[in-house]
């Protein structure tokens, strides 16, 4: 069964800084893409960063430059560091994966409970 844990969220104010995580079993991880999503009150939920299972990274837009996603394979977790925050990266974070190994086509059908940002001052 796939499960995928997320955590490290909280109120932070504009300008600072999160660590978040998110603990993945069910699947081989090392050879799976991970990816982070979040989800703002009333809007569609988006994708906002990507990692291959050797390390390449990918950013939305509106995080480019500010957040950083990392993995580490031997402890089956990925991060996602984020700096700068912004009113607007209020949302709530959910981890994935690729539906397939060695490909970045997320997110499965399978989602966490998620962890809450909020950047207010």
């Known amino acids: 069964q796939v499960q995928f844990v997320e955590s490290g969220g909280g109120l932070v104010q504009p300008g600072g800084s999160l660590r978040l995580s998110c603990a993945a079993s069910?699947?081989?991880?090392?050879?799976?893409?991970m990816a982070w999503y979040r989800q703002a009150p009333g809007k569609q939920r988006e994708l906002v960063a990507g990692?291959?299972?050797?390390?390449?990274?990918t950013y939305g837009d509106s995080v480019e430059g500010r957040f950083t996603i990392s993995r580490d394979n031997a402890k089956n977790t990925v991060y996602l560091q984020m700096n700068s925050l912004k009113p607007e990266d209020t949302a709530v974070y959910y981890c994935?994966?690729?539906?397939?190994?060695?490909?970045?086509?997320?997110?499965?059908?399978?989602w966490g409970q998620g962890t809450q940002v909020t950047v207010s001052s």
């Open positions: 990692i291959s299972r050797g390390g390449l990274a």
């Open positions: 994935n994966a690729g539906r397939t190994p060695y490909s970045d086509n997320y997110p499965t059908n399978y």
């Open positions: 069910g699947i081989m991880f090392n050879i799976y893409a």
